[in-house]
């Protein structure tokens, strides 16, 4: 059986070997509940994501030629495995996010579901067949595999971050080299341990741990990557899609989102606060798809706000599993957050409640932030504009539907959006003209179910869809055949 006790020191996993990285460093891992050293992790650098690139070229064509149906029960593998394993997966993401162990095995759960789903494709991997203009002639569209993927991952959710690119691409026919967070490496690692148990080959599936300029960039710049998939700051995403354009390299960007939420004067106030401290505060609103700026009607906004505030201040912030979140993932986010509202404090906004460090008993030496909310900040501030990923969340007042829609709309990103209502004209005309990749009515601003496209528009994404089939566009490239034949030979 696999071993997924935390190891002294997290190792690279190329061509089916743990291995230190190749400079001998490591670096510290802190648990952001408490600040404290839980491991060191390979410290990889340009040597490490060559090796990792090449056993992953080596390996991938046995790979892209294994049927695609054996494909997907080598990855229906994995999911079992990790169905097997899930109280120690998600022990190991709880101790690395400092989330409680519910919302960790709900994570667990969620990349479980991924796996099964994508193993499933395996048994469809649709391509077309169609006509031909030419007699005797038959013409078709089949999938066929990039080559190797290189999946870069942000830390809120690892596993289910994991699973979402390791998956398909492996599901395709690629060859792959994960290079987790930073802040998170014991998801990735196991997620690797259990590849190797379920029988992928060695030198399909590799992890690289490290930071981002010595480890994500060299793998980003690499001419033997064929496709880089990203999730993570949209400052990041425009350096990738320049370095990878000037090699024409496909590329998948799942980017930030600074979210809508309109609470319409219909609305059912008291569901339409459930789904804002949903949105806004769920994983420490280190989510992509966080509701971030609360929309507000005038007639209802003053019974909106009064309810919730007190729901806010109703939360419990901790590790536990009666606890509503947990902490960011590091010191630095933490400053950076608290450093953005008392710019916006600065600048006129008013702090409603949080904005502020938790250092009391239970939260001392951990990087916890008080949920908060801001009203009175313009729409063009930065507090408005940039994503914070933090439980940090806005509020503002509208006079009716034509200035939500065009406040929601006014924004760098589009991701997700939700409307609260009990119109179902105002909810088809929210759909209509909200620019987004997912439209909630009457929910949260949450993400999408495994057999769900998931992405966004303008700077919240490069076009391609993560989840669903539609991640097999992400990972796969079309062939199209055309087969001749002559009847008089039959």
Known sequence: MPDLNIPSVVPNQIAGHEQPAASGQTFAKLDPANGREVCRVARSAAADVDAAVAAARAAQPAWGATTVVRRGEILRGIAILMQQHREALAA????????????????????????????????????????????????????????????????????????????????????????????????????????????????????????????????????????????????????????????????CLELGGKNPLLVCDD????????????????????????????????????????????????????????????????????????????????????????????????????????????????????????????????LYRVHDFEEAVRLANDTPYGLTASIHTRSLHRAMAFIGRIQAGVAVVNGGTYGSEPHMPFGGLRQSGNGWREAGTEALDVYSDLKTVYVNHDPSAV
């Open 92 to 251: 190991l993401v709880a101790r690395e996010t400092g989330k409680s162990l519910k919302d960790a095995r709900s994570e667990t759960d969620a990349a479980i579901e991924m796996g099964f789903f994508v193993a499933g494709e395996g048994r469809r991997f649709y391509g077309r067949t169609t006509t031909s203009a030419a007699p005797n002639k038959a013409a078709f569209v089949m999938r066929q595999p990039l080559g190797v993927a290189g999946l870069i991952i942000a830390a809120n959710t690892p596993i289910a971050n994991v699973a979402w690119k390791a998956f398909p691409a492996l599901l395709c026919g690629n060859g792959a080299v994960m290079k987790a967070s930073e802040d998170t490496p014991l998801s990735a690692w196991a997620f690797g341990v259990l590849a190797k148990e379920a029988g992928v080959p060695d030198g399909v599936y590799n992890t690289v741990h490290g930071f981002g300029e010595e480890a994500g960039a060299p793998l980003v710049e690499h001419a033997g990557v064929d496709i880089v998939s990203f999730t993570g700051s949209t400052s990041v995403g425009r350096w990738i899609a320049e370095t990878t354009g000037r090699r024409l390299a496909k590329t």
């Open 267 to 394: 609305a059912d106030l008291a569901s339409a606060v459930t789904w804002t401290i949903g949105s806004a505060f769920s994983n420490a609103g280190q989510r992509c798809a966080a509701g971030s700026r609360i929309i507000v009607f005038d007639g209802v906004y003053d019974r909106f706000k009064a309810m919730l505030v007190e729901a806010t201040g109703a939360l419990k912030v901790g590790c536990a599993d009666t606890d509503d979140f947990g902490p960011v993932i590091n010191e630095e986010q933490l400053t950076a957050m608290l450093a953005a509202v008392e710019r916006a404090r600065a600048a006129g906004a008013v702090v409603l409640t949080g904005g502020v460090r938790l250092t009391d008993g239970p939260h001392r030496g951990g990087f916890f932030v008080a949920p908060t909310l801001i009203e009175g900040a313009g729409g063009g501030d930065d507090i408005s504009r940039v994503e914070l990923f933090g439980p940090i969340t806005c």
